[in-house]
């Protein structure tokens, strides 16, 4: 079957709105498939390039090892105009890095990061969110994975153009949860700490909420 046929296919198949898991079964089946979902992400205007944007996503969270050798190609999501893509992109990039036999996230580890520097918080929250995956695989880049982080705060976000505290402080709480996934092997518990500290008050009150359940669990662990 030649591409041109397995892209119409597919296609077809897409325009069908099926169900996410029961492509992620098609594709396990029939991998060489993969290809043409990166395809048509990139050329199809039409809305079928989410959900192969899905499908992938999916794929990277259960069986990560097969989108491994198609690593490249993920990394090249985040670079996309289409903020839906992006954000995909960015989360199944960091699903790849527990995958990442051939240290390739290394390359653009500063690509990953700079994410946080989107005026964009949605962009900023993804990469942010995800970032423990980096740090548990990475451990030798931790403290240079906190550091971005907690420099967050020196960035500003924007909604409909102007600038928006409160979409910091959502991204804040996103942080939250992240150092919360390896905050017990942080070589930055004090920093870490510090930081959450200051988010009791937060004015989001899901955040300050957050803040002090991190504190509560955490606080004793300090190096």
């Not at 390739?104 to 994410?115: A, E, H, Q, R």
């Not at 004015?203 to 190096?223: D, G, I």
């Amino acid at each position: 079957m030649n591409a041109v046929i397995k892209r119409d296919e597919m296609i077809q198949t897409l325009k069908a709105k099926p169900d996410v898991l029961d492509l992620v079964d098609k594709i396990m089946d029939r991998p060489k498939l993969i290809p043409v979902f990166f395809d048509i992400i990139r050329s199809e205007k039409s809305s079928i390039k989410f959900l192969c944007e899905k499908v992938l996503r999916k794929i990277s969270e259960d069986y990560p090892d097969i989108l491994y050798p198609y690593f490249e190609d993920i990394a090249g999501l985040i670079d996309s105009d289409n903020n839906f893509i992006k954000w995909g992109g960015i989360i199944t990039l960091s699903n790849l890095v527990l995958s990442d036999s051939e240290k390739k996230f290394l390359k653009v580890y500063d690509k990953y990061f700079s994410m946080l520097d989107s005026e964009t918080m949605i962009t900023a929250a993804n990469a942010a969110g995800n970032a423990w995956k980096i740090a548990k695989k990475y451990p030798d880049l931790e403290p240079d994975v906190t550091k971005r982080l907690l420099g967050v705060s020196e960035n500003t976000y924007y909604n409909k153009g102007e600038p928006s505290p409160e979409c910091k402080n959502i991204l804040y709480g996103d942080i939250i949860e992240c150092f919360d996934r390896y905050f017990k092997k942080s070589s930055c518990q004090k920093e870490i700490l510090e930081f959450v500290e200051q988010q009791k008050d937060n004015p989001r009150n899901s955040v300050a909420k957050k803040a002090e359940a991190f504190l509560k669990k955490h606080r004793k662990e300090e190096a």
